[in-house]
């Protein structure tokens, strides 16, 4: 990234964390909050990097309707289980063996987990994701396969078969 664009990518983060701000704090500004907000936009483009070259805005569109459909379908099953009278839980640590090839989108992959209701990331063992689930039931490891698929597709564009 050169000067330019590190300078112009800080102002735009400086930007969209003071709305953020403005909306969480009901507009209540100082002088150390916009320091704060000023000096963490220059930081996060230095620790946080997504090489762009390498993303695929479209299907990373498509992954955001993929995740809100299951997120749903999932959230009802969820929700049946706490109505529940009497449910017999069954829960289980499942180990997901990973093909992403960078940090990042491991790190997506298993964001995406742990949002889903009723799986958490615990972490990486081997080369596997590790995933609390909370009932046998719950898992679908087509989907976890065809999740990671999108991932790979997502970020990871140019490890794509043409």
Do not use: C
Request: proline share 3%; hydrophobic share 50%; aromatic share 16%.
């Amino acid at each position: 990234m050169s000067k330019k664009e590190y300078i112009f990518t800080a102002l735009k983060l400086f930007v969209v964390y003071s709305l953020l701000w403005a909306v969480l704090s009901s507009f209540k500004f100082s002088f150390f909050v916009i320091s704060f907000l000023f000096i963490f936009s220059f930081i996060t483009p230095l620790i946080f990097t997504l090489h762009l070259e390498k993303f695929a805005f479209i299907k990373g569109i498509k992954l955001i309707g993929f995740f809100i459909y299951y997120s749903v379908k999932s959230g009802l099953l969820v929700a049946i289980y706490a109505l529940a009278k009497k449910i017999k839980l069954e829960p289980i640590i499942y180990k997901l063996p990973l093909r992403t090839t960078t940090p990042f989108s491991t790190s997506m992959l298993s964001n995406i987990y742990s949002l889903m209701p009723g799986t958490v990331s615990m972490g990486m063992e081997n080369n596997n994701l590790l995933l609390h689930i909370l009932d046998e039931k719950l898992l679908d490891e087509e989907f976890m396969e065809y999740t990671q698929d999108k991932i790979i597709e997502v970020f990871e564009k140019d490890r794509i078969k043409k």
